[in-house]
């Protein structure tokens, strides 16, 4: 029964967002136009960057793209279901986040379920499977079960590492309250570094990518696989698998974050 009740709090939650998003349809659409073109920029950027020369250190154009694909896809699938994450210093800084400690559902449950952002969501994965799409044959992968169980799997462990940054973040909200600059460094800072290959940055960044915040297993691990580049022999093998191990983990110490600091919260009160 308390199934069957979740998933219909659940749809009433789902029906309720799609339908505060949808409201202005016209603003709706315009955003996701937005998405897109501001979106589209950043892989003209690469496309020019490109036009006089048939490759960067060995990586052609569309061993690029290919490798934009990943962040565009797995982040445009986040959004669509862990807005509320993503958002959610908001909350605490409006003072709604109390009204949640007083129902009787789970907080993590009401958060994911407060927000849903329709054209980020929509602009992210559109321009992500149409990289997809168009570069996966130029690149001459052969989309064997095999391949398509480990990009399944690569894609699902990038959203998860991605939802754990966030998550990190959302914690550290119980204490400052507006952590918006703590949030755009960690993610949306490194995420742009992520949108090249590690061999163009020195060991420094690279480092970074990997073992700090590491945005290489959301995109560059899977791509190499895939690509079976040259540069792939710098690194054990084992670095091409345990994208859904490094998942697990930064989850797990995320979580344990967030409890620990949501034990220490007392209530903003409305800030407006």
């Known amino acids: 029964m308390r199934i069957k009740e979740n998933i219909a709090v659940s749809a009433k939650y789902i029906q309720l967002s799609f339908k505060i998003a949808l409201q202005y349809k016209f ?9 897109l073109v501001r979106e589209i920029g950043n892989v003209l950027v690469i496309i020019l960057l490109l036009q006089r020369f048939i490759e960067i250190k060995g990586w052609t154009l569309e ?22 994450l993503r958002d959610f210093e908001d909350l605490v800084y409006d003072g709604e986040f109390d009204r949640y400690l007083l129902r009787p559902q789970s907080l993590m449950y009401q958060i994911l379920l407060s927000k849903i952002d329709i054209p980020a969501a929509f602009g992210y994965c559109i321009l992500g499977i149409f990289l997809f799409i168009t570069t996966s044959n130029g690149v001459q992968i052969s989309w064997t079960l095999p391949n398509i169980i480990y990009y399944t799997v690569m894609l699902i462990s990038s959203i998860i590492i991605q939802m754990s940054i966030f998550l990190f973040a959302s914690a550290l ?3 400052a309250i507006k952590v918006a600059n703590v949030r755009n460094l ?4 490194i995420r742009k570094c992520a949108a090249y290959p590690l061999s163009f940055y020195p060991c420094f960044i690279s480092s970074l990518l990997i073992y700090i915040i590491p945005f290489a297993f959301v995109n560059y691990f899977p791509a190499l696989f895939f690509l079976e580049k040259q540069e792939s022999l710098q690194y054990n093998s084992v670095y091409f698998y345990i994208s859904p191990f490094i998942g697990a983990v930064m989850l797990s110490l ?19």
């Open 173 to 175: 909200s119980f204490k």
């Open 63 to 84: 061993e690029l793209l290919f490798l934009y694909s990943f962040l565009y896809i797995s982040y445009g699938i986040f959004v669509l279901f862990f807005t509320g």
């Open 27 to 35: 603003d709706r659409f315009f955003l996701l136009f937005a998405v």
């Open 254 to 272: 995320s979580l344990l974050s967030w409890n620990k600091l949501k034990s220490k919260y007392s209530s903003s009160g409305n800030q407006l």
């Open 186 to 189: 960690i993610f949306f800072s």
